[in-house]
């Protein structure tokens, strides 16, 4: 593509279908980025939808006219409600912050949960990631997440923690992967991988 230069790009949308009330409309929304599901484009960009007879841009809906054919499935209740966040020893973190005056992006999630596999074993887990992308320099971004993991048993503790951290640049991806093992608080094994890697078309 050359900047500056119109471009006819077709964009498949997901599978999904929705009765809409009489009344009700459809907005699309366009973005050039969804930090941080997707990992940001090394430059800023700036998109142009065009409008209009000559070079129209057109949002296409299939359809389905009449009544349903087959038969309304039956929901029925659960046999036992699901415990709310908000009710959770250690409730969950989902937090997306962004400065007013730099426009930079955190992202930070966060949860644990313990569970009996049987009577004499209990394992638990966290997750940690955190997020980092400044809409000036977005070929920088950053992600690191955490997994920390217990094994329980009379017998003994066996606990495996691992970090991951991602960094980028202009031209490449800086991985960095942390393994360390312990039985009883004592380190059984540790390792470590560092690796750069070429960002070829991301």
Avoid at 60 to 76: L, N, Q, Y
Avoid at 157 to 169: C, D, E, K, L, Y
Avoid at 193 to 202: A, D, G, M, N
Wanted: contains cysteine; hydrophobic residues 30%; positive net charge.
């Amino acid at each position: 593509m050359t900047p500056g230069e119109p471009f006819e790009l077709s964009v498949e949308l997901d599978c999904v279908s929705w009765r809409f009330a009489a009344g009700h409309r459809i907005r699309l929304s366009i973005a050039n980025a969804d930090w941080p599901n997707v990992w940001p484009t090394p430059e800023p960009a700036t998109s142009q939808i065009h409008r209009g007879a000559g070079r129209p841009s057109q949002l296409m809906i299939p359809t389905v006219s009449g009544e349903p054919t087959g038969r309304a499935p039956d929901f029925r209740p659960a046999p036992t409600a699901p415990i709310s966040h908000a009710e959770s020893i250690t409730r969950p973190v989902w937090r997306v912050e962004r400065d007013a005056l730099s426009g930079e992006a955190r992202t930070r999630y966060y949860f644990d949960y313990s569970v009996r596999v049987s009577p004499n074993t209990v394992i638990r887990r966290s997750y940690e990631f955190e997020g980092h992308v400044d809409p000036k320099t977005p070929s920088q971004a950053s992600a690191r997440g955490r997994h920390h993991s217990t094994i329980e048993r009379p017998s003994g503790t066996i606990s495996a923690t691992s970090n991951v951290s991602v960094r980028g640049s202009s031209t490449r991806f800086h991985v960095t992967i942390e393994l360390n093992v312990e039985v009883d608080g004592a380190r059984r094994h540790q390792r470590r991988w560092t690796e750069s890697i070429p960002r070829r078309l991301v």
